[in-house]
């Protein structure tokens, strides 16, 4: 297994180390959006650090965020 770098992602990107057997980004996109709504302390800190729901792509705070809360993508440590 690899290291996750925490760095700048592209939301889609992102999700697809999440969810890698999903058929599409857009479904990768969708799981891990439901995984963070379904984490109301994840969500809460994405939302407090200033994440725009908008934006194509997650800051490297929050990733780190998203690490934190839901674990390495799987493959890395």
């Given at each position: ?33 439901s ?12 939302r ?8 194509h ?21």
């Amino acid at each position: 297994m690899k290291p996750f770098v925490i760095q700048q992602y592209g939301k889609s990107e992102l999700a697809m180390f999440y969810f890698p057997k999903a058929e599409t980004k857009k479904g990768a996109l969708s799981n891990l959006k439901s995984w963070i709504k379904g984490n109301k302390e994840l969500d809460a800190a994405l939302r407090s650090c200033g994440m725009a729901p908008k934006a194509h792509s997650f800051t490297p705070k929050e990733v780190a965020l998203i690490a934190d809360f839901l674990g390495s993508p799987k493959g890395y440590l």
